[in-house]
Nanobody, 125 residues
Framework: QVQLVESGGDLVQPGGSLRLSCASS????????IGWFRQAPGKEREAVSC?????????LYKDDVKGRFTISRDNAKYIVYLQMNNLKSEDTAVYYC?????????????????WGQGTQVTVSS
């Protein structure tokens, strides 16, 4: 089972940017569907973005991050990134990356078998 480690979370001011990384331990992430999820205090975990296996097309984004967040994959480094621009206070959450087999994206966290430990993103002035 692929192991994932997130990094890149930080405290940033509104309007700022962060790039989150999701690194695998020896598995090429091109063979997995990779999802980014987030969970804010007192709220349920929600899907933010998804990248299907074997393709950098057909990516999915939560409506309120479209145009601000970009998911991408670096196969040479076994890393999937989430570039987050124009951050807002409501983006504050713990962000998790997750992997599942197959080829199609899903917004359902239960469809993902492997999870990282999470990285905290705080957007505040």
């Amino acid at each position: 089972q692929v192991q994932l480690v997130e990094s890149g979370g930080d405290l940033v001011q509104p309007g700022g940017s962060l790039r989150l990384s999701c690194a695998s331990s020896g598995y090429t992430l091109d063979n997995y569907v990779i999802g980014w999820f987030r969970q804010a205090p007192g709220k349920e975990r929600e899907a933010v973005s998804c990248l299907p296996s074997g393709s950098d097309s057909f990516t999915l984004y939560k409506d309120d991050v479209k145009g601000r967040f970009t998911i991408s994959r670096d196969n040479a480094k076994y890393i999937v990134y989430l570039q987050m621009n124009n951050l807002k206070s409501e983006d504050t959450a713990v962000y998790y990356c997750a992997a599942r087999g197959g080829s199609t994206c899903s917004a359902n966290a239960f469809h993902f078998a492997s999870w990282g430990q999470g990285t905290q993103v705080t957007v505040s002035s």
